[in-house]
């Protein structure tokens, strides 16, 4: 068994979805309603946010999830299928590596919207957060996934830093897809493949296998 662990916004879906101002409206709630966080000079990411709340205010953890969970389902209207994405999810299959999905969406919102452009039936798993003890960049997914198919070949595919270092910490190759390159030098990540294509996919996981098995 190999897998194919693919991230879900802006990866196989286009989505409205702003999770910076999705940040915002939670840091506001926690703020409004527990006091003041620590200045900084980045903004709080949601991941940032729940640590802190479990902390800090753990009663109020189900009220931040619930202004996340409006953010999602607002965006759910504007979702659209990412070009190449069923090609890449079923050209992976044929290639001999199991689709699986690893995503920081609550499953109510990944499941509507895989179900909404039919690839909820070619996904051998689905982990959300309401999987995992931590989001992405956390790689606490990664248990999930392994604990269902134990420490198989794999590699991640993402468009963003966070899923190359939720990788990188799960110890398993990350394929960038339209991936901004300067988060990736910030964060040290560093892709084992960038594509602008996911039609591609299928034929580099297959020249990828193929190397790493010395048969090509």
Same mark, same amino acid.
């Given at each position: ?6 991230? @879900?916004?802006?990866? /196989?879906?286009?989505?409205? #979805? !702003?999770?910076?101002?999705? *940040? %915002?409206?939670?840091? $506001? =709630? ?29 009663? @109020?953890?189900?009220? /931040?999830?619930?202004?996340? #969970? !409006?953010?999602?389902?607002? *965006? %759910?209207?504007?979702? $659209? =299928? ?48 309401d ?7 956390d ?14 070949p ?63």
């Amino acid at each position: 068994m190999r897998l194919c662990v693919f991230d @879900l916004d802006h990866t /196989l879906i286009h989505s409205p #979805l !702003d999770l910076a101002a999705m *940040a %915002l409206d939670m840091r $506001a =709630l926690l703020e409004t309603r527990h006091g003041p966080l620590p200045p900084r000079q980045e903004r709080y990411r949601v991941g940032e946010l729940i640590t802190y709340c479990r902390a800090q205010a753990p009663t @109020l953890e189900e009220a /931040l999830w619930g202004v996340a #969970l !409006d953010h999602e389902r607002q *965006a %759910l209207s504007g979702a $659209a =299928l990412e070009p190449g994405a069923a090609e890449a999810v079923m050209g992976a299959r044929a290639s001999g590596w199991g689709p699986a999905l690893w995503t920081n969406n609550a499953r109510e919102i990944t499941v509507a919207v895989l179900e909404q452009f039919g690839l909820l039936p070619h996904f051998d798993l689905v982990v959300t957060r309401d999987d995992m003890n931590a989001l992405k960049p956390d790689p606490d997914g990664w248990r999930v996934i392994t604990k269902r198919f134990g420490d198989c070949p794999a590699v991640v595919v993402g468009d963003s830093w966070v899923d190359g270092v939720a990788a990188a910490a799960a110890g398993v190759p990350f394929v960038a897809y339209r991936a901004n390159s300067a988060d990736l030098a910030r964060w040290q990540v560093t892709p084992v493949a960038a594509l602008s294509d996911l039609t591609t996919l299928p034929a580099w996981l297959t020249t990828y296998w193929s190397t790493r098995n010395g048969s090509g």
